[in-house]
């Protein structure tokens, strides 16, 4: 049994841009040069550049779920599994009179059939974050997901969230980030979750605009508060030292008529789709962030306009370079690498490959090279990972995704706007980690259905005494060398009070091999992006 | 004020109130401790329950008398609470009425064992959930003022056990020692029969303890597992009947566990969320709002029952949230971010049935920023004069920064 080993910046860098490394990955990263160096630069070359990210073995693996819903383009998806379930809510009542249980039969089908395209999404995307080539593609997409977050798991966000992953976020994951955010704020499912679908002249609803500002380009840490307009400063380049609630108000109105067109409030149109409703939209001057909108403009301008203002912003820049920084270098990463990233970003605002050159940037700093702080593996990065070194095959069943979200993450299942947290500390919580390390030990012990392993590769050729079994196995889920006192508690674990130098008895071998892959995966070690 | 509760007296209450999820319990006789004879208070608990989302203070007691009345109906023709019909608003004071979904709360009101601080909030206003959390959570006036919670200050000069029920520590405690963080009864563990879970612990804490790197996180899992045994929690949760469905009355039930069963517990926080209704906000009838705030009555009034009268502990709780909710409606139906909300206390501490602080009033000229209930009362005094419950000889100072507009408001009965 051999067990390819990379240097420990080699391994640092890996493990900070996939869902984590395994040995078919290792070996091509090392097939690729003569040194670290090399290596690294075509890795990333490699991994941003692909033309089309072809991945034939993925899709198979994807097609073979038959997931139909996953192609259905979105009025599609809207007509077959929304609309109806709408349409049957609204009549069941008369043409249904039938026993409670069956009512709740049926509520049950039609939510089931609503949500479809959601668990459609969520099953591919583990497929794609386990199995795909293009780890930092797939990476970024997690990123773009988190940064402008909604939950999917409604009735009204289920089918957007699917179009948006496909037509808008996998696309444009590496493109430019002016376009993203535009096709963003028309998705459907935005437009419900943060209620901008409803946003009228005269009353405006202001939840939109609000995490427009405060999560997807200033950042809280722009807001200056209740104060006057008037009283921001603006630097010798023109802008506002940040925003205020002036700002978040006239943007709101900026964005009213940004609706869906589902047949509600006087629409007879019923497709699912983004739709601009002329009457709903105020039409009249709005200043924001100390740039005059004037009256009367053409369909849609006002809101482009405020996303123009917001992107173009160096506040925004920053926000969204610590967040890039974040997900990959630390969680608290130096100011100076985050100016001097924004400053890289924002020259390249109209470029239709910011996003990847950005990231490129990032990824051969000196600030990424050179990071010594551990990443703590969210719940999503710690089971792929745990799949990826693991697993000979992976489909997500309904237990795994029961089991995997107990430690706090599910994809697209996050509730609030801020998407699931990139620091630490929640993930550290004892609830989350006992949850993850219960819901590892039952997928190493198969007792989660669609996670097969094949323990006998790892260990083929090794004489099997408690002391190799330890040495070998940690090396082959770790791919490091253990630290010394880890590898003696495996010992004495796979030993169980035998001799550790001599071969362990068969019937006891399956035992041992469990327990010390699940010491493995619960040690700190594995809980670490490092 | 009367110090203890019989037997005979909580079933007269629970009678009154309905059922009581605890009573079959006590019924049963596992709290004969309780039940026996009247309980003898020897120690304070604070409760801490933090309304995550901006809670809607005008959507659960509303102004009755003119001109308040008037100007409240014009702003919320849709989401006002109204004072005739089905959903009437039940009278509290003559200025003020209760929204009929927090109905349990009305009795606990009446028996003066509940207070209401209006107009209270931020001494420096937000209306961003996250800003404005960050600054209730740090006890602060500015960002930036203080890097720990404001329970993690006042447990650094006056420690006491703590304990948070829910998935994560909230930032109030941020800088503490490990409080207890406790989600749920049950199923918290490794996986596997006792024997090897044992040895498994013994590893891990084995390698979490000899790692290089920080890995004080897995020592405090594990000692969370230790944590669970000493209070026999599965036990406990084997002796309750069925839990009912929903997160909010789960975590006040083993709030109200633990208290019990954990003679040292001094203080305990939970955070609830759920509460930014900027659309199709529901305030009476079947609406979310009165369903969400229904079922938060109902486990608030039946934890303040059960804490009353089944332990030898006073147990005050505070309830709060960032900020309340703009006056006047949106165009869905909702409401967008406000300022000044409402403060909730329950306990025998305190001074009840009654609303403390200065109401400002809902005329435009009083309204902050033109749109919003002014803030009279500085939540921070608030929490102070909540936490001198414990530590009598507290000081302002010792837990906040310079004190803002604050005059006392003297919210609890002193001994």
């Known amino acids: ?530 | 004020m009367k110090n203890s509760y019989t037997r005979r007296d909580f079933l007269l209450a629970s009678s009154s109130l309905g059922v009581s999820f605890f009573l079959p319990r006590i019924e049963n006789g596992l709290q004969s401790r309780a039940s026996a004879n009247p309980v003898e208070r020897t120690r304070q608990v604070l409760v801490v329950v933090f309304l995550r989302g901006g809670f809607d203070g005008l959507g659960l007691v509303c102004p009755t008398q003119a001109p308040d009345r008037t100007l409240y109906e014009a702003a919320r023709p849709n989401i006002g609470l109204p004072l005739i019909g089905n959903d009437a608003a039940l009278p509290l004071t003559e200025a003020f009425a209760l929204n009929a979904a927090a109905k349990p709360l009305l009795p606990i009101f009446q028996q003066k064992q509940l207070g209401f601080v209006h107009a209270c909030g931020l001494a420096t206003p937000s209306r961003s959930h996250f800003a404005a959390q960050s600054l209730v959570d740090l006890g602060s006036t500015n960002q930036g003022e203080f890097n720990s919670g404001w329970l993690s200050r006042f447990l650094k000069a006056h420690p006491c056990r703590t304990a948070s029920i829910g998935a994560l520590k909230p930032a109030s405690l941020l800088g503490s020692d490990e409080p207890l963080v406790l989600p749920r009864f049950k199923g918290l563990g490794l996986d596997g029969p006792p024997t090897q879970q044992r040895m498994m612990r013994t590893a891990l804490r084995n390698i979490y303890a000899n790692t290089q790197g920080d890995a004080r996180y897995g020592i405090a899992a594990l000692n969370m597992l230790d944590e669970i045994e000493n209070l026999a929690l599965p036990s406990i949760a084997k002796n309750l009947p069925d839990l009912p469905t929903g997160e909010i009355p789960q975590k006040f039930i083993l709030a109200a566990e633990l208290i019990k069963h954990d003679k040292k517990l001094g203080l305990v926080t939970l955070d609830i969320g759920g509460w930014d209704t900027h659309r199709q906000q529901g305030t009476t009838g079947e609406g979310y709002f009165a369903k969400q705030l229904a079922t938060l009555s109902k486990a608030l009034a039946d934890f303040h029952r059960e804490t009353q009268s089944t332990t030898d502990a006073w147990v005050t709780t505070i309830v709060f949230s960032e900020f309340g909710r703009r006056l006047k409606e949106n165009a869905s139906r909702g409401s967008d971010h406000g300022h000044g909300n409402v403060v909730m206390l329950l306990g025998s501490k305190v001074k009840g049935g009654r609303f403390h602080g200065q109401w400002p009033g809902l005329s435009h000229d009083k309204l902050f920023g033109r749109s919003d209930l002014a803030t009279t009362s500085d939540l921070r005094q608030v929490f102070f004069e909540f936490l001198r419950l414990r530590s009598p000889q507290l000081q302002f100072t010792d837990v906040f920064g310079k004190p803002t507009f604050n005059a006392q408001l003297e919210l609890f009965q002193r001994d």
């Not at chain 1, 910046?9 to 493990?15: D, I, N, Q, T």
């Not at chain 1, 990263?29 to 941003?48: S, Y």
């Not at chain 1, 496909?166 to 979750?193: E, H, I, K, S």
């Not at chain 1, 997928?443 to 330890?470: H, N, T, V």
Request: proline share 6%.
């Open chain 1, 1 to 530: 049994m051999t067990t390819s080993l990379l240097s420990s910046s080699a391994h640092s860098w890996l493990s900070r841009v996939t869902f984590g490394l395994n040995e078919n990955l290792v070996q091509a990263f090392v097939a690729l040069g003569k040194d670290d160096t090399e290596r690294w630069k075509k890795f990333v070359d490699e991994q941003l550049s692909s033309p089309n990210f072809k991945d034939d073995n993925l899709e198979k693996k994807i097609a073979s779920l038959e997931l139909k819903v996953l192609d259905k383009p979105l009025n599609q998806i809207w007509s077959e599994h929304t609309l109806p379930a709408r349409t049957m809510k609204q009549n069941a009542p008369e043409k249904n009179p039938t026993t409670k249980q069956d009512n709740k039969a049926t509520r049950r089908e039609r939510r089931d059939l609503a949500l479809e395209p959601v668990l459609a999404l969520e099953a591919a995307t583990w497929i794609r974050i386990v199995h795909s080539r293009w780890q930092i593609r797939e990476k970024m997409v997690e990123f773009w997901h988190d940064h402008f977050n909604i939950f999917g798991f409604e009735q009204r966000t289920a089918p957007g969230i699917l179009a948006l992953n496909r037509d808008v976020v996998r696309p444009l994951a590496l493109g430019n980030f002016r376009t993203l955010l535009g096709q963003m704020c028309r998705n459907p499912a935005m437009l419900y979750y943060l209620d901008n679908a409803y946003n009228q002249s005269g009353n405006p609803n202001e939840n939109f605009a609000r995490e427009l500002f405060e999560l997807h380009t200033l950042g809280a840490e722009n807001y200056l508060g209740t104060i006057d307009r008037e009283s921001v400063t603006k630097d010798r380049d023109g802008f506002v030292a940040g925003y205020v609630d002036g700002d978040v108000y006239e943007a709101a109105r900026a964005f009213t008529g940004w609706r869906v067109s589902d047949g509600g409030f006087g629409l007879d149109k019923n497709t699912g789709e983004f739709f601009y409703h002329e009457p709903w939209h105020d039409r009249f001057q709005k200043v924001v962030l100390g740039q005059k909108i004037p009256e009367h403009q053409a369909p849609l301008k006002d809101g482009e306009d405020v996303l123009n203002a917001l992107a173009a912003h160096p506040g925004s820049a920053r926000h969204m370079m610590r967040k890039l920084c974040r997900r990959f270098v630390s969680d608290t990463p130096s100011e100076s690498f985050v100016n001097r990233l924004a400053e890289f970003w924002l020259a390249r605002k109209d470029s239709p490959t910011q996003i990847r050159d950005t990231l490129t940037q990032l990824l051969h700093s000196p600030e990424f090279l050179e990071s010594k702080e551990p990443k703590f593996k969210r719940p999503v990065d710690y089971f792929a990972s745990l799949l990826r070194i693991l697993s000979s095959d992976f489909s997500p069943s309904e237990k795994f995704i029961q089991a995997t979200q107990k430690s706090g993450q599910r994809l697209f299942g996050w509730k609030t706007p801020d998407g699931p947290p990139d620091v630490a500390a929640p993930w550290q919580s004892p609830q989350s980690l006992l949850d993850r390390w219960k819901t590892a030990q039952q997928i190493i012990r198969q007792e989660i259905p669609g996670c097969s392993f094949k323990f006998a590769d790892a260990l083929e050729g090794a004489i099997i005494s408690p002391e190799s079994l330890a040495k070998t196995l940690s090396q082959a889920i770790l791919l490091r060398i253990p630290e010394k006192q880890f590898l003696e508690t495996l010992t004495s674990v796979a030993a169980g009070g035998r001799r550790s130098d001599t071969p362990l008895p068969s019937e006891l071998l399956e035992e041992r091999i469990q327990l010390v892959a699940e010491l493995c995966v619960l040690s700190p070690e594995f809980q670490v992006r490092s």
